[in-house]
């Protein structure tokens, strides 16, 4: 229930940008030619499979927590994922010069990053011990930056597509980490 009300909240548009973000940046062609297939309103096989397989590693992650902590791990991986997809709008250019992530990457400064940390540093650290902010930080600079690196080398920067792709990414990889028997 926990993956589908936030779906739901989200109107589904991260794991979309996953799907098409993953079909682009897989297809075949030049950048022309992957940035179509990000833009192309049918799904392809790497954007049903990257989809189909985030969500098993998010529901088996979940299911492993512990139910009474569940809902930080909920917080902590949504607060994580954002703030990643915050960094990235910020810190790599935009691959087009219209659409909704180009929009997003005119509208960010330095202050709303800054913001964007602390807010996120608040949260997590008055929820979670040290020893996991530190690795739940790790993990969403490892995601975005490698996600990051490929969109860049596959189309020359970030979409709005990529944005969704990082966050359910970041999602997912935290929800595996705090699932972990050392947390």
Known sequence: MDLAFLAIASGGLHLDGLADATD?????????????????SRTGAFGVVAVGLVLLLEFS???????AERAVAL??????????MSLAVWSVPAARVEGLG??????????????????????????APAAAVAAVVLVA??????????????VGGLTGDV???IGELVFACELAALSAPAF
């Open 24 to 40: 682009g940046l897989f297809a075949g062609g030049d950048r022309e030619r992957r940035l179509a297939a990000m833009r192309d």
């Open 61 to 67: 992650a979940l299911s492993s927590i512990p139910p």
């Open 75 to 84: 917080v902590v991986a949504v607060m994580s994922s954002r703030w990643a």
């Open 102 to 127: 180009a929009a997003f990457a005119r509208q960010v400064a330095a202050i709303d990053i800054v913001f964007a940390s602390a807010t996120m540093g608040l949260i997590v650290g008055a929820l």
């Open 141 to 154: 600079l490892v995601v975005a930056v490698a996600v990051g690196a490929l969109s860049r080398a596959r």
């Open 163 to 165: 944005y969704g792709a």
